[in-house]
């Protein structure tokens, strides 16, 4: 392709190009930072140098680019970035019509090296190779490339962004090689008789469900369905929250799909009449993904849910969640309670489980016990005695936290407390000196009081042991690919002021639109909005006289005040997610 780019970065108009370009390693040395580009970051005032160390080891744990890290923690403006390292490092920028329409040297550097790095090669021209990079200060990325081609490596400047749209248009072939395992399963004007537990083990068949999963698990589903209609099998994905198709097949395949599934989790493949519940653990995508399977009979045939359960999720870390710094510093403050009883509420499907996983990590299993009684134990925890609930067997939450009590814990988390007995022996536990982790669903945080009370919990005990309660919501993160702007309008910014927020003149919201890097639904992830309320000594007095959660709520007024609606709405402000999905998520 033309290497139109060379001549994209215009040097005269930088101040920065000017000056000689600042040897990288004498920022980096002077703070200790063995990444040039953080350091650079630190020295021109965009970041502090506690938070540029944390974002160095971080990527240096997860084996991550720099920028990604960076991302993950709301701290990368992508221009910034990219202008940046240029004007510093007298480097090319190229823009996203200025990228390849087909993969080069796929061969030496494979789509899944070039996806992990952000990389992704231009055209080779006198021996050299030009490379897009998000991170062009990433030596040993550069070191491996020159070893795998044989050539000298020019890095070009792009954005993150940019990057991981062009990786998805030139290899995400998903949905096309499920049609083309499709179409060898049920060649085109073929009769499709109905299929059953022979034609489950069929190459075809087989390809064709391994292909279904292992594109679900590199799009981040968290759930497969498998819906069988008269005129076919639908197959549908939920990403971020929201169900998408991915393929559909013949409706004579249904049977043998689900087979297929049945027989990966261990079912009955001949009981087609009743419900059935499995599980499995596959190597998919070279990683290890647990799959629940839940079975359900039909109308139509028998159809099928498979839950995606990635040990990769179970390492998220406080600071992941999308906490703000204050909040999250008051919550890790308040793990380091040696007795008590914290709650994080929130519906089903706010992220709940993955807050007290996280939680969990961030405490110390070295010299304390930690015990998890879970429905089920989703995922596996290093240092933590996990425990899975069996009511076939009357294995319950209560009957499980009695007896854990007897094993000498000192930190106990309970997945659910949804039963009165539960609340009563856990309110227990806390009163004889052991920190104990639960959920409750409750629309507001200090709503979890009353719920507690109505489960017959006396208020004098639920004051001495509640620490406080954490709730949550889960909103969509804005791709920022294809991300739109858009002007608030008159009710938006009423809807602002009523939490304490001024929009300025010029601000402007983003929606979500939909382009190949998010898979055509305008968004990339998920994060939490969140909202902390503690119980003071005020607030443990309104609890014994059964105060409503109004009073509750005045009481702790002189506490640091977030609610979910205010945290929402700054997200919405940065840019992160949209105001659609505050106010669904927050009911406004």
């Known amino acids: 392709m033309a290497m139109r780019w060379r001549f994209r970065w215009q040097r005269e108009n930088s101040r920065e190009a000017d000056r000689p370009p600042r040897q990288p390693d004498e920022a980096a040395a002077a703070l200790s930072l063995a990444h040039p580009g953080l350091a650079l970051l630190h020295a021109l005032g965009h970041l502090d140098a506690a938070t540029a160390a944390d974002i160095e080891r971080e990527a240096e744990a997860r084996g991550e680019p720099v920028p990604v890290v960076l991302r993950r923690h709301g701290r990368l403006d992508e221009r910034l970035w990219v202008e940046l390292l240029a004007s510093h490092y007298r480097l090319p920028l190229a823009a996203a019509e200025e990228l390849p329409d087909e993969p080069l040297l796929a061969k030496e550097l494979s789509p899944a090296f070039q996806r992990h790095n952000r990389v992704l090669p231009l055209g080779v021209e006198d021996g050299r190779l030009h490379l897009a990079m998000a991170d062009p200060t990433d030596s040993r990325v550069m070191e491996a ?10 890095p070009v400047v792009v954005e993150l962004g940019v990057i991981e749209a062009a990786h998805a248009r030139l290899f995400d072939q998903g949905a096309g090689a499920v049609a083309r395992i499709l179409g060898e399963a049920v060649p085109e004007g073929a009769e499709t008789p109905e299929s059953g537990e022979e034609e489950a083990e069929t190459a075809p068949v087989v390809r064709f469900v391994d292909q279904i999963l292992a594109e679900a698990v ?9 819906e069988p209609t008269p005129e076919h099998l639908r197959v549908r994905c939920r990403l971020h929250g929201r169900l998408g198709e991915l393929t559909i097949a013949p409706s004579g395949l249904a049977r043998a799909v689900v087979a297929r599934i049945k027989i990966l989790a261990r079912l009955d493949v001949a009981e087609r009449r009743l419900p059935q519940d499995g599980r499995t653990r596959l190597r998919v995508a070279g ?12 109308i139509h045939g028998e159809a099928a849910v498979v839950r995606i359960l990635d040990h990769g999720q179970a390492r998220v870390e406080l600071s992941e969640l999308g906490m703000p710094e204050t909040l999250e510093r008051r919550f890790a403050r308040l ?11 929130g519906p089903t499907g706010s992220g709940k489980t993955t807050t007290l996983y996280a939680a969990l990590r961030r405490l110390d299993t070295s010299t304390r016990k930690l015990v998890s009684i879970e429905d089920p134990v989703e995922y596996r925890l290093e240092g933590v005695t996990q425990i899975p609930v069996r009511p076939e067997i009357g294995l319950d939450f209560a009957r499980i936290l009695r007896a854990v009590l007897r094993h000498d814990p000192d930190i106990v988390m309970v997945g659910e407390t949804r039963d009165p007995e539960t609340a009563h022996i856990a309110v227990h536990a806390a009163l004889t000196g052991h920190l104990l982790l639960t959920t409750l669903h409750t629309d507001t ?27 949550q919501r889960l ?5 920022p690919t294809c991300r739109q702007p858009v002007p608030p309008s008159a009710e938006d910014r009423e809807l602002f002021r009523l939490v304490g927020l001024e929009l300025p003149a010029e601000a402007r919201l983003f929606r979500a639109a939909g382009c190949r ?22 607030v443990r007095a309104r609890i014994r006289e059964r105060a409503p959660t109004r009073e509750l709520l005045a009481a702790a007024q002189r506490q640091p005040a977030t609610s979910m609606l205010r945290h929402g709405l700054e997200k919405c402000l940065a840019g992160i997610t949209s ?4 106010r669904r998520a927050t009911e406004v």
Request: hydrophobic share 50%; with cysteine; proline share 3%.
């Open 145 to 154: 490339v020159t070893v795998a081609t044989g050539l000298e490596v020019v």
């Open 218 to 226: 590199r799009m981040g589903a968290s759930d497969v369905h498998l």
């Open 287 to 298: 990683r290890e993904i647990d799959l629940r399977v839940a079975t359900m009979p039909t």
């Open 335 to 345: 793990l380091a309670s040696p007795y008590g009883m914290i709650l994080v509420t």
């Open 445 to 471: 945080a200090a709503g979890a009081v009353a719920r507690l009370l109505d489960m017959g919990v006396e208020p004098y005990l639920l004051a001495s042991v509640l620490r406080a309660a954490l709730g």
């Open 475 to 479: 909103v969509g993160v804005l791709c």
């Open 517 to 538: 890097a998010c898979n055509r639904i305008g968004f990339v992830g998920r994060t939490g909005i969140f909202e902390l309320f503690e119980v003071d000594e005020e």
């Open 579 to 582: 105001l659609d999905e505050v």
